[in-house]
């Protein structure tokens, strides 16, 4: 990386030229993390992206085997904790920013690693990483259906589950395909609200840096170092400062 610029606030750097890139790309690529959802009053999670695990809890792939009840049980709760949540300034300068790019016929393509629906909420389209809490999904025919937390089958006779990833699993290939169509005609990659521990969005900074050469940023408190270091702009600030930072 050629150099990184650590502002705190809002504090453009006036000769930053891979900011410049960011705001006047056309096509760019944004990932979400707890950072961004945290202001809503969201209870926070401990393993980003997906939901906290606390020892014992049964958030597992395995769980979903062996005690089913449980595994609804408990995500019904962290849904009830959600309910009230609403989408912060964050989410909606990413929602406007959406739709003033499509209108030039450009594109800013949402990723979120949050299991919740604050983005659809605000009124933007976005791909789940690790799914949401708000839907169940069919194992025989992968119908989605509104979420009831509890056993049930679809028409097809196939069973129900969250439409999350359990402990276990990997991220939604869904995600994983429209990152790779997108990204080809991407200029920037900017992740809002993420430190980083998620494996995903790390290969993901990467191909977009290396391969495609994007311009890139990360905008959240605390960056940490060796995830910083992946981009050519980082700026510590809350995420509601995410819309200076964002294309023009
Ligand atoms: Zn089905």
């Not at 906290?52 to 958030?59: I, R, T």
């Not at 999350?164 to 395909?177: H, P, V, Y």
Request: with cysteine.
């Amino acid at each position: 990386m050629t150099r990184v610029s650590l502002l705190r606030g809002f504090q453009r750097s006036t000769n930053d030229p891979n900011l410049e890139r960011i705001l006047n790309a056309r096509r760019a690529v944004v990932v979400t993390g707890a950072g961004l959802s945290a202001p809503s009053g969201l209870p926070t999670y401990s393993g980003e992206g997906s939901l906290v695990v606390p020892d014992q809890a049964p958030a597992n792939v395995s769980d979903l085997a062996t005690r089913p009840d449980e595994v609804f049980a408990y995500h019904k709760a962290i849904a009830q904790a959600m309910g009230m949540a609403q989408p912060t300034s964050g989410h909606r300068a990413l929602t406007i920013c959406q739709d003033r790019l499509a209108i030039a016929e450009g594109a800013l393509t949402i990723f979120t690693l949050n299991t919740d629906d604050l983005h659809e909420l605000s009124n933007a389209t976005v791909h789940h990483v690790y799914g949401q809490l708000s839907t169940e999904v069919c194992v025989a025919c992968g119908t989605k259906t509104p979420a009831k937390h509890q056993k049930s089958l679809c028409p097809c006779g196939g069973p129900r589950r969250p439409d999350i990833c359990l402990g276990g699993e990997i991220a939604k290939k869904s995600a994983e395909a429209e990152f790779k169509r997108t990204m080809r005609y991407a200029d920037a990659i900017i992740c809002v609200g993420t430190s980083g521990e998620s494996d995903i969005v790390r290969r993901w900074v990467r191909v977009a840096t290396d391969h495609y050469k994007a311009a890139s940023l990360l905008l959240t408190r605390d960056p940490q170092e060796q995830f910083g270091d992946m981009f050519e702009t980082v700026v510590d600030a809350d995420s509601s400062e995410i819309r200076h930072y964002l294309p023009r």
